[in-house]
């Protein structure tokens, strides 16, 4: 009892000096003076590389609507198994009822995914005509 009395008071120590160094580090961050891109990295850095000069909300937008593109792709396969599935049942009312929950997942899941892409649209939109300004 006294062992486990004293780990979970090592791991207390632990966590409160990891808290405190934590809260000074993020003290001394927003002391710092601002550093503008082109400190850390030359203007030229994204031509000679070959990633993209493009600001970084229209790349953050491709890339989540190409994400929730292909998720869509993937609900819209759901439904059409499911589809498949309630063809070929032959009449059976357990592969039925199996059809239809994946069908009812696929609607769900198609659902989910247009509303994250309604509010990823908002989100970005937003972000880049504040950011504009």
């Known amino acids: ?8 008071f090592g791991l207390g120590i632990m ?16 002391q710092a003076d601002t ?6 990295l030359p203007e030229d850095f994204g031509e000679a590389t070959g990633l993209g000069t493009g600001e970084l909300q229209d790349t953050v937008g491709y890339i989540i ?12 396969v759901i439904i059409l198994i ?29 659902a989910i995914i247009l509303s994250a892409y309604a509010i990823a649209s908002f ?4 972000l880049v005509t504040a950011t504009t300004q």
């Open 65 to 76: 609507r190409a994400a929730l593109g292909f998720l869509g792709i993937i609900a819209v």
């Open 35 to 40: 550093i503008t891109s082109g400190e850390l």
């Open 15 to 30: 966590l409160i000096f990891a808290a405190t160094f934590g809260f000074m580090s993020i003290a001394q961050i927003a």
């Open 123 to 126: 989100v970005i939109d937003q």
């Open 1 to 8: 009892m006294s062992q486990s009395y004293a780990v979970r």
């Open 82 to 110: 499911g589809g498949f599935k309630w063809m070929t049942a032959s009449g059976s009312e357990e592969k039925v009822q199996e059809a239809q929950k994946l069908i009812v997942a696929g609607i769900i899941g198609l």
